[in-house]
């Protein structure tokens, strides 16, 4: 990854803060030597604010250029104190970048530029008096923790940006798995409308064929092929809301799915869930004989998918199951199990494909869904379907 892809926008305040910063280490630089310049060498003193400010300015493309601004700032701060800050923002910038080619020779000449700022410029006292290896020491801690305090930043800004990365692959990567699942589904309803469809379609052309090139039928004949049509036609829109119906049930084969759903699966599929090792509390106060046959078969899928949920992420957990009549003339179903302890302070997991799934499959129905965890970490699926179609 290069220092480019993860070195983030600054921010005003981003702005703001560094420049505050470097005006601190400036002036804290220069307290030691500013009565000295204003009383001998004033000269000296408007170089040195000039060049301060230069490097204020410079500063400014310091991602753009990092080698030429900061090998400009540290050689300024051979003769200027006032571009030390300047000096010591561009040295942390460049060494976020964590190229030893380009970190190595600048750390040579801020150390150079240091040495060169104690021993040869014209100070309060020259030449200073303190020893030659305290110097030289003192700078190379000063730039060395510049250095650090840049590489660690740098450090820190790449793992945060392959984070991310990794996390939008996984987006892609989940919203590539939705994209292929509904491109399957619409595939699958292509060969159930095939199947179910192509004989009732074919026989109404047929006889509308007839009655549109025959002009020696007789009534009774022209009656008869208008029942047919009738009858077909009319079979042809019943199932084809059946086709509609049957979305994300069984294996996605070419084959038609039938027989239909009846109450009494529902409760066979209970007792198959139990049989298998769960605890699951069952009750059904609705009358699902008067609904219509597309509804109980949504609402067995709903069921399935409920307790196949609660046996992935919770197989220790009770489920309890209710299929009550709704207010608004309809069905409600609910299917609540408690979470597991290990994820009761844990946010929701997205939905996965069964349950978007269950999602397009009552969309489809014309009902609602939804599902929620509430504070004492229970999972509810809440399922209303109309009773009739």
């Excluded at 003769?79 to 380009?102: D, F, H, K, N, Y």
């Excluded at 750390?107 to 305290?134: D, H, K, Q």
Aim: net charge neutral; aromatic share 6%.
């Amino acid at each position: 990854m290069r220092p480019e892809d993860y070195q983030p926008p600054l921010t005003r305040w981003g702005h703001l803060w560094r420049l505050l910063l470097m005006l601190v280490i400036s002036a804290v630089a220069t307290a030691g030597r500013l009565e000295y310049q204003i009383e001998h060498a004033r000269w000296w003193l408007a170089i040195d604010l000039l060049l301060g400010v230069v490097g204020l300015i410079a500063v400014w493309w310091r991602r753009a250029h990092p080698v030429v601004v900061c090998t400009f700032t540290a050689l300024a701060s051979a003769v200027s104190i006032t571009v030390s800050g300047p000096a010591a923002l561009a040295l942390v910038s460049l060494s976020t970048r964590r190229r030893w080619r380009e970190i190595v020779p600048q750390a040579v000449i801020g150390i150079g530029a240091g040495v060169l700022a104690e021993r040869i410029v014209p100070g309060p006292t020259a030449p200073s008096p303190e020893p030659m290896f305290l110097i030289v020491v003192l700078t190379v801690a000063i730039v060395g923790a510049l250095i650090a305090w840049g590489l660690y930043i740098g450090s820190r800004r790449e793992l945060l940006a392959s984070w991310q990365s990794r996390a939008m692959l996984a987006e892609q990567e989940q919203q590539a798995k939705i994209s292929q699942a509904r491109s399957v589904e619409r595939a699958r309803i292509a060969r159930e409308m095939h199947d179910v469809l192509a004989h009732r379609i074919s026989t109404v052309s047929m006889y509308a064929g007839a009655l549109a090139f025959r002009d020696d039928l007789s009534s009774e004949e022209i009656a008869q092929t208008s029942r047919t049509i009738e009858e077909n036609s009319r079979l042809a829109l019943t199932e084809l809301r059946e086709v509609l119906g049957v979305l994300r049930e069984g294996p996605g084969d070419a084959d038609p799915e039938v027989p239909q759903v009846r109450p009494a699966d529902i409760d066979a599929l209970i007792e198959e869930n139990r049989d298998a090792g769960m605890r699951v509390g069952y009750t059904r106060s609705a009358d699902l004989d008067a609904v219509s046959a597309s509804t109980v078969r949504t609402l067995y899928r709903c069921v399935q998918e409920g307790l196949t949920n609660a046996r992935k992420h919770a197989p220790a957990s009770t489920v309890t199951v209710r299929i009550e009549p709704a207010r608004a003339s309809g069905i409600d179903l609910l299917v609540v199990n408690p979470l597991p302890i290990g994820d009761a302070r844990t946010s929701l997991p997205p939905s996965g494909l069964g349950l978007i799934g269950l999602g397009e499959r009552v969309a489809l129905s014309g009902g609602r869904h939804s599902v929620t965890r509430t504070d004492d970490a229970m999972f509810i699926l809440h399922v209303w379907l109309p009773a009739q179609d």
